[in-house]
């Protein structure tokens, strides 16, 4: 069953936005890190290559995941931007850890840098930064999005820590302050990939969505009215927002309409409560014989006492 997805055209809009003025930042971050000796600068410069093709995997997978299911992909293309989050959060880790080793190295080896210089690329990264952290904000709907949400916002922070640093440079002449900028803004990169990464492996490994647990999910539903028991009970999520479930649920021996009104209220309540829209139901007769589950025979005397549905 297909879904629409109707964030998907403010999603690449943003991206879209996102990644021209990224690809401009990059080339005045690199030429004033140059001109400025600058390593805070340098790094940022890197750190910008790996927002623009965080960015632009970003862009690739909005398009990939809003394509319709398919009878090989029958839950349609939901995780490719999932897998895009996960890479841009790896390729975030293995920047911040390069940005550590040249600071460690320039704290070895002082470089003189230009602090102005700093100061006005700086100026114009928080504005550059700010506005692509906004555009992409209003479109952070799923984990995808999210992931350059996180890394446009941490560039914000860091580009203004830069600005301080320039200032400091400029008053005390120290210019430790610069590596020490670098080693901040690395941090800053780790802690902001932490919850990326956490959250798609989660998907990715198909464990509960984050709030959600199957006991929890289990208490509410043995609170149904028809409802007598429940369980063998999975959750997982299909995508950053999609998520699904199966279970077994034992009821009376009752007629198919009337199982119908317990599977209806079952239903509501998931999607009510836990935004749960795709579904796997098996209905279990209370006097079958065998002791983990029935396998019913559905014919015209039988109906009655098995419902099947999927959704």
């Not at 350059?148 to 830069?162: E, K």
């Not at 590596?179 to 959250?199: M, N, V």
């Amino acid at each position: 069953m297909g879904h629409n997805h109707p964030h998907a055209p403010l999603s690449t809009t943003a991206l879209r936005y996102s990644l021209v003025a990224t690809a401009a930042y990059v080339l005045i971050t690199l030429l004033a890190g140059l001109h400025a000796h600058s390593l805070a600068l340098l790094s940022k410069s890197g750190h910008n290559v790996t927002d623009l093709l965080a960015l632009l995997l970003s862009w690739v997978a909005v398009f990939i995941q809003t394509r319709p299911p398919s009878a090989t992909k029958t839950f349609g293309y939901h995780r490719a931007g999932v897998l895009a989050a996960f890479v841009n959060a790896l390729t975030l880790v293995a920047i911040a850890f390069y940005i550590f080793y040249e600071a460690v190295m320039r704290m070895r080896n002082p470089v003189a840098v230009h602090p102005k210089t700093m100061i006005l690329v700086a100026v114009i990264g928080v504005v550059m930064n700010g506005t692509i952290s906004w555009v992409l904000f209003r479109a952070a709907h799923d984990v995808n999005i999210r992931s350059a949400f996180i890394h446009q916002m941490g560039d914000t922070l860091s580009t203004a820590a830069v600005i301080v640093g320039g200032w400091v440079i400029m008053l005390t002449g120290r210019t430790w302050v610069d590596p020490a900028l670098s080693i901040g803004i690395g941090c800053l990169i780790l802690w902001s990939s932490y919850g990326i990464i956490r959250e798609t492996l989660n998907i990715l490994l198909e464990g509960a969505p984050q709030g959600l647990t199957a006991e929890h999910i289990t208490a509410s539903l043995n609170g149904v009215a028809g409802v007598r028991d429940v369980h063998d009970v999975h959750v997982w999520s299909i995508g950053s927002d999609t998520h699904a479930l199966s279970c077994h649920i034992l009821i009376d021996d009752i007629t198919m309409s009337q199982s119908e009104i317990i599977l209806r209220r079952v239903k509501e309540l998931l999607i009510a409560e836990y935004h749960i829209n795709h579904t796997t139901i098996q209905f279990e007769n209370a006097n079958c014989e065998v002791a983990h589950g029935c396998v019913i025979p559905v014919g015209a005397a039988g109906l009655h006492d098995a419902a099947k549905t999927r959704h």
